[in-house]
């Protein structure tokens, strides 16, 4: 590693020295893990000016202990199906950081699930839980378990099966799970129960996420849509632009996407598309959200009904055109890497004025970069599609005081959540050289909490 006391009259020289060594060391720990290394690389290309500013961070190790996790649980999930046949599928806890607070983070059940993707995740999770201001620790976990087309019995089997093991490392002050995509109320009750089960007791503190009835916070199925269009809704304020009298594109139609287009229609903002993995529907007069939610969520049925109800509306086969679409607003809420180049390119070309990340690192690198060099606003992941995790938090609050605030009581800290992620954001950005940088702003400033409680803690 860099000699410190020999490069400590160059700073930047030092810092930038320092990150490339870190980063060639997890390249070669982590080779082939391109959803890892793609969220590193973003992360520490942010962070020079940090530790040309603050040395003593060299000093500490802190970025190779942060890009380390604690642990990695792996373990397998054998499970029956309806006929009887014995299926087995690989689980993952990728327990990354607990310096701010117990493990935090969702579980996903998608096919494209490896451990590439889990690290990616819990690393982002990082820097998203450190900036809602909440007491909590980052994790992800999950499985390539596939549950479209699979029964109800089918599905209670396998999250029984996948939580016997995975409880074992779990906890209200150690490791509290919540949902993600292809985990909803449905698998998380399972989840609880199962994990109730085996412990012998209730305790609602273990996951977030629940129903309402049996320990969930209301307005969490809202969280990180309605957060992802307030942190927005600051961005555009500040260079006054505003959702009202905006057309906007949301890619997806679960429940990041549905909230977000609920609540950008609710601002003013008329959405002219959304999608699923099938295709996209359009509109130039406006979704109906109503519409949409009928579908997805109380007939499960593809996006491609929505003709059924809207004759004028137009249905495309595969979702990936919709970025030729013209927008002022994108808000990208389906999956990594979902919006890469070309389609940045079109949006451009279209007249995009903003783009907010509701799913976790849907935009690819290269077209991150086009929409900064054309002057383009945009909301990270990490501080935009923070108020799921932060009303999680919430709902971590309400089990361990054993009460329940209502849906406005939770919006409203919402709100002022994703306000105070902003404020942070631009403050970090503008005081380390990159003023109305948000990317920056948001590595920064989720950096700098999770670094200071490091050096607090000592090396461990």
């Known amino acids: 590693m860099t000699n410190i006391n020999e490069t400590y009259n160059d700073p930047k020289k030092l810092a930038n020295d320092y990150v490339h060594e870190v980063y060639e060391e997890v390249k070669k720990r982590n080779a082939g893990e391109s959803e890892f290394l793609q969220a590193t690389r973003e992360i520490f290309d942010s962070l020079r000016p940090v530790f040309a500013k603050n040395p003593h961070y060299i000093e500490d190790g802190i970025l190779e202990r942060l890009t380390e996790p604690d642990r990695i649980i792996t373990f397998?999930?054998?499970?029956?199906?309806?006929?009887?046949?014995?299926?087995?599928?690989?689980?993952?806890?990728?327990?990354?950081?607990?310096?701010?607070?117990?493990?935090?983070?969702?579980?996903?059940?998608?096919?494209?699930?490896?451990?590439?993707?889990?690290?990616?995740?819990?690393?982002?999770?990082?820097?998203?839980?450190?900036?809602?201001?909440?007491?909590?620790?980052?994790?992800?976990?999950?499985?390539?378990?596939?549950?479209?087309?699979?029964?109800?019995?089918e599905i209670m089997r396998f999250v029984q099966s996948f939580m016997t093991e995975l409880s074992k490392y779990l906890g209200p002050d150690l490791d509290v799970p919540a949902g993600d995509i292809g985990v909803g109320r449905r698998e998380v009750g399972y989840m609880t129960g199962q994990y109730?089960?085996?412990?012998?007791?209730?305790?609602?503190?273990?996951?977030?996420?629940?129903?309402?009835?049996?320990?969930?916070?209301?307005?969490?199925?809202?969280?990180?849509?309605?957060?992802?269009?307030?942190?927005?809704?600051?961005?555009?304020?500040?260079?006054?632009?505003?959702?009202?009298?905006s057309k906007v594109i949301v890619s997806g139609s679960g429940n990041v996407s549905t909230y977000a287009m609920e609540k950008a229609i609710e601002l003013g903002a008329t959405v002219i598309a959304c999608s699923d993995s099938g295709g996209y529907i359009y509109d130039e007069n406006g979704i109906d959200v109503e519409t949409v939610k009928q579908i997805k969520e109380v007939e499960g049925e593809r996006i491609k009904k929505y003709r059924k109800y809207h004759s004028t509306a137009k249905y495309v086969e595969g979702c990936e055109d919709i970025w030729s679409l013209s927008c002022d607003i994108a808000l990208p809420c389906a999956t990594q890497n979902e919006l890469d180049e070309a389609a940045a390119v079109k949006l451009i070309e279209n007249g995009l004025k903003a783009v907010a990340e509701g799913a976790n690192m849907p935009c690819t690198q290269e077209a991150i970069n086009l929409f900064k060099e054309h002057k383009i606003l945009f909301a990270p992941a990490k501080a935009a599609n923070a108020g799921g995790v932060a009303v999680s938090a919430m709902e971590m609050s309400q089990n361990s005081m054993r009460l329940s605030w209502t849906t406005e009581e939770v919006d409203e800290r919402l709100h002022t959540v994703m306000k105070n992620i902003y404020a942070s954001c631009l403050q970090a950005a503008e005081e380390y050289g990159h003023p109305g940088d948000l990317v920056v702003g948001a590595n920064i400033a989720g950096f700098l909490k999770v670094a200071n409680a490091m050096v607090s803690h000592g090396i461990r």
Do not use: C
């Open 76 to 153: 397998r999930v054998a499970w029956e199906d309806d006929q009887g046949k014995v299926h087995v599928n690989r689980g993952y806890r990728v327990q990354f950081n607990s310096e701010l607070g117990p493990y935090k983070g969702g579980i996903r059940f998608h096919p494209s699930v490896n451990l590439s993707i889990m690290k990616f995740l819990a690393f982002e999770q990082i820097f998203k839980n450190s900036l809602t201001g909440q007491p909590i620790g980052a994790g992800k976990g999950g499985s390539d378990f596939d549950p479209k087309n699979k029964s109800e019995r």
């Open 196 to 245: 109730n089960r085996i412990h012998g007791g209730f305790e609602p503190g273990v996951f977030t996420g629940k129903d309402p009835n049996y320990g969930g916070s209301l307005g969490r199925k809202e969280a990180t849509g309605y957060g992802t269009v307030y942190f927005a809704e600051e961005m555009l304020k500040t260079n006054d632009l505003h959702f009202k009298g």
